[in-house]
């Protein structure tokens, strides 16, 4: 058996990959990559941006660097995908960026760089202060404190009713120091699958605004809570209509299968055109030692969907696709779990938005789950649904009530 509570979140994921890999079962499931996965268990490239791919291909377009800002009409269609095409706010400085990671970096680079110095809004020592819902994406705290900023927490998920604590998220928000910045998952919530309905969101919106905080969204899986990118894309779209100066990191990874090829966005709310320029020439002049340029071919190819009507529709449906088998799966299980003999409430699988279900079982019951049943998932319990498949969900759930039941 593995030591799993020794292991931080992000760690554990290379552990189980790892022991996934030299499992010999033919029935080992992995649960634990946060990738796409259709219903054979195997990578999915969308059939949209495939195409896009052949018709960038047969151009032979020059293979020459980008400006550091990125690819203008991949950025302009990314602005319209996220804030709506025709309300892409005055002001705004955006920048290509290296996938959602490459987004939150530049973020906190910006904050460590402008947002220090102001006593109200530090962290302890001086750092401007970052506050991450609890539990975060693992990869959140180290982005933010090797960029340079103090990394703090506010409260999100209740263990005990396995949804949001509205009320202690709101308490911690108001009780934040002014001018603090604030972390908000856009949607499909990593890893608890957990987000607030619109209702909150509008009491998320006005604690923040009353407690003089600056909202960054993190929004990785546009259109993997709906299967409309226009309507995963809401939160946002409120804060903006009620006043907030949005920071928003945007990720390609997940929402046009683009993992590997790094496609992504970050912009930044300035109130006018001069001060959007000198934050676009700041974000360049963060960039240029960090990395030089953007990849190119990536946004080449959402560009290609994006810029073609018919390409694009067809891309919403297979994003509607992606999102739909997910939520199959939710049904599929806990259905799955009930004929398996589980007596155990598993409606939280289905509540969950997302590619994640944060099942609520502990460390020990997903080390009982990888020995005795070749089932990988991360000790978080967090099961990536994306792994589950028609063939496997029966199985799974076998597995999960075994260890479950007593
Ligand atoms: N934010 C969140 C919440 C995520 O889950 C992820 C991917 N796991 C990312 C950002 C970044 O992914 P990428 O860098 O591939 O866009």
């Not at 070749?374 to 028609?390: C, K, P, Q």
Request: net charge negative; aromatic share 8%.
């Amino acid at each position: 058996p593995l030591a799993y509570e020794r292991l931080s979140a992000a760690t554990w994921l290379l552990v189980v990959c790892f022991a996934f890999g030299r499992d010999p079962s033919p029935r080992k499931i992995n649960l634990g990559v946060g990738a796409y996965r259709d219903d054979d268990g195997a990578p999915y490239v969308l059939p949209s941006v495939r195409e896009a791919e052949a018709r960038v291909t047969a151009r032979a377009l020059n293979m020459e660097y980008l400006p550091v800002a990125g690819h203008a009409g991949f950025l302009s269609k990314a602005m319209d995908l996220a804030y709506g095409e025709g309300a892409v706010p005055e002001g705004l400085a955006s920048v290509q960026t290296l996938s959602g990671t490459g987004a939150c970096r530049l973020a906190g680079d910006l904050l460590a760089r402008f947002a220090g110095g102001d006593k109200a809004a530090d962290g302890a020592d001086g750092r401007p202060l970052v506050l991450l819902p609890n539990p975060s994406w693992a990869n959140h705290a180290a982005i933010f404190r090797d960029a340079g900023c103090a990394v703090g927490t506010y409260t999100y998920y209740e263990p005990s009713t396995k949804s949001l604590n509205l009320e202690g998220m709101l308490r911690d928000l108001r009780d934040a120091p002014r001018g603090a910045t604030v972390l908000l998952h856009a949607c499909a919530h990593n890893p608890t699958g957990v987000d607030p309905d619109a209702e909150a969101w509008g009491e998320i919106s006005a604690a923040v605004a009353d407690a003089g905080l600056h909202p960054l969204f993190d929004m990785a899986y546009q259109g993997f809570t709906s299967g409309d990118p226009a309507v995963d894309a809401a939160a946002v779209r409120r804060f903006v209509a009620d006043g907030h100066a949005v920071v928003l990191a945007q990720s390609f990874s997940k929402n046009f299968g683009l993992y590997g090829h790094r496609v992504g966005a970050l912009s930044v709310m300035t109130g006018d055109a001069a001060a959007a320029a000198a934050v676009s020439s700041q974000l360049c002049i963060l960039g240029r030692p960090s990395y030089s340029n953007p990849p190119l071919h990536g946004v080449r190819l959402v560009d290609e969907v994006l810029g073609d009507a018919a390409l694009a529709a067809q891309w919403r449906e297979e994003v509607a696709g992606m999102a739909t088998r997910i939520a199959g799966m939710r049904t599929a299980l806990v259905a799955a779990l009930a004929d398996a003999g589980s007596t155990a409430d598993w409606r939280h699988v289905t509540d969950q938005n997302g590619m994640f279900c944060y099942s609520g079982m502990s460390a020990d019951t997903v080390a009982r789950l990888a020995a005795e049943w070749s089932v990988y998932l991360t000790s978080n319990g967090r099961i990536s649904m994306a792994g589950v498949t028609s063939k496997n969900v029966g199985y799974l759930a076998e597995a999960m009530h075994a260890v479950t039941k007593d």
